[in-house]
Antibody, heavy 116, light 109 residues
Framework: EVQLVQSGAEVKKPGESLKISCKGS????????IGWVRQMPGKGLEWMGI????????RYSPSFQGQVTISADKSISTAYLQWSSLKASDTAMYYC?????????WGQGTLVTVSS | SYVLTQPPSVSVAPGKTARITCGGN??????VHWYQQKPGQAPVLVIYYDSDRPSGIPERFSGSNSGNTATLTISRVEAGDEADYYC????????????FGGGTKLTVL
């Protein structure tokens, strides 16, 4: 069974750093692109970027370029999304998802709350 | 980048047919995928490649795509279909970039 399991909810202060994770199982992790999607409270889905764990080829949405870093460790089938300095406006649910013919599997989401 | 336009809301009575549109420039030349998101849950793929259904998705869900509009049709709507629905394509500028519509809230009256 294909699964993407994300790390737990985080509460951070503005200016702090954060790295959240997405662990894949039940398939060849290195053979599918993994993307990250932001959903701000009460809002729609926004694509942030994508990584190919096989060679770490990474692409970013222009809206998120320079704001976050996407990485992967194929030895442990895990993709990451990180911030070096969080802002209150980063408060959102973040999903990882697998690209196939469509986006066929999603993680359960990681809620990130940034508040002083 | 490519823009997808959805109506913010659609309302339908139980047992009737709901149609949710997704507009885009010459969207008929692209493959459109649809996702259902219920409150507090991750999105779920309900239609891919315009009109194909993943296993486990009821036949009541169907899709079409032509010209500048793609449509998700839900027949014999049930209370459990109440959710947000998003259309999605791969961007024209890069097949690796994902584009989502703004989402449509389906309300079952």
């Amino acid at each position: 069974e294909v699964q993407l399991v994300q790390s737990g909810a985080e509460v951070k202060k503005p200016g702090e750093s954060l790295k959240i994770s997405c662990k894949g199982s039940g398939y060849s992790f290195t053979s599918y692109w993994i993307g990250w999607v932001r959903q701000m409270p009460g809002k729609g889905l926004e694509w942030m970027g994508i990584i190919y764990p096989g060679d770490s080829d990474t692409r970013y949405s222009p809206s998120f370029q320079g704001q976050v870093t996407i990485s992967a460790d194929k030895s442990i089938s895990t993709a990451y999304l990180q911030w070096s300095s969080l802002k209150a406006s980063d408060t959102a649910m973040y999903y990882c998802a697998r690209r196939n013919t469509a986006i066929d599997y999603w993680g359960q989401g990681t809620l990130v709350t940034v508040s002083s | 980048s490519y823009v997808l336009t959805q109506p913010p809301s659609v309302s339908v009575a139980p047992g009737k047919t709901a149609r949710i549109t997704c507009g885009g420039n010459n969207i008929g030349s692209k493959s459109v995928h649809w996702y259902q998101q219920k409150p507090g849950q991750a999105p779920v793929l309900v239609i891919y490649y315009d009109s194909d259904r993943p296993s486990g998705i009821p036949e009541r869900f169907s899709g079409s795509n032509s010209g500048n509009t793609a449509t998700l049709t839900i027949s014999r709507v049930e209370a459990g279909d109440e959710a947000d629905y998003y259309c999605q394509v791969w961007d024209s500028s890069s097949d690796l970039h994902w584009v989502f519509g703004g989402g449509t809230k389906l309300t079952v009256l």
